[in-house]
C-alpha cells in the first residue's frame, strides 16, 4: 500500500503552519510506503499528485468554534467536508473546493482523510501557539502508528 501525506499551509502565518509542520515531520521518519508533499498556494494541482496512491493523508488548518489544537479527523471520501469547518486559504480555490473537483471528476483517491487542526493565531509572522504544536505532536504520533482515523466509518472524530 502507498499512503501519501499532504502537508498544506503557510510557514510564515502562525498556526497555518501546522498542515506543513505535521508533513515535514513525517518526512523525517522515513516511513516505509509513505510519501510526503507540500502544498502552500493553488491546491487544484493536488488532484493529480495523489494520483496513485491508495491513502492519502491531508492536514491542514481549519477554523471552527472548538478549541485551539482541536483536530478533526474527516473521511473525506463519504462525502463533502463539513460546512462548519473554514479551512485556512489565501487563494479563491480551496481544500474543499479540489476535493470536490475530483470527486465530481472520479479522481479521488481509494481512501481520503482530512485532519483538520484547530489554529487560532493566523497572523502574519507570528509563531505557532502552543496548542496547535502539541496537536502536531500528536497527530504525527497518530501517523506514524497506522495513519488512519481510529474509526474510518465516521465522518469526523475529534481528537483532544
Known amino acids: 500500500m502507498k499512503t501519501l501525506v ?8 502562525g498556526d497555518d503552519y501546522a498542515g506543513l509542520l505535521i508533513a515535514q515531520r513525517i518526512a523525517g521518519l522515513g516511513l516505509a ?22 491513502t492519502v493523508l491531508i492536514c491542514d488548518a481549519a477554523i471552527s ?3 485551539a489544537g482541536t483536530v478533526r479527523s474527516i473521511n473525506a471520501k463519504s462525502g463533502p467536508l463539513p460546512r462548519e469547518i473554514s479551512f485556512v486559504s489565501t487563494h479563491a480555490f480551496g481544500l474543499a473546493d479540489t476535493i ?4 465530481t471528476l472520479g479522481k479521488l483517491p481509494p481512501e481520503l482523510c482530512v485532519y483538520a487542526v484547530e489554529a487560532v493565531n493566523l497572523g502574519l509572522g507570528a509563531p505557532i501557539t502552543r496548542e496547535v504544536e502539541m496537536a502536531v505532536e500528536r497527530l504525527v504520533k497518530q501517523i506514524q502508528d497506522g495513519g488512519k482515523p481510529d474509526h474510518p466509518g465516521e465522518a469526523i472524530k475529534l481528537m483532544n
Open 65 to 67: 468554534e472548538k478549541p
Open 100 to 103: 470536490e473537483l475530483a470527486r
Open 33 to 54: 510506503g509513505t510519501d510526503v508533499a507540500f502544498f502552500s498556494g493553488d491546491l487544484s494541482s493536488m488532484i493529480e499528485t495523489w494520483a496513485g496512491y491508495d
Open 6 to 13: 499532504i502537508g498544506v499551509g503557510s510557514q510564515m502565518n
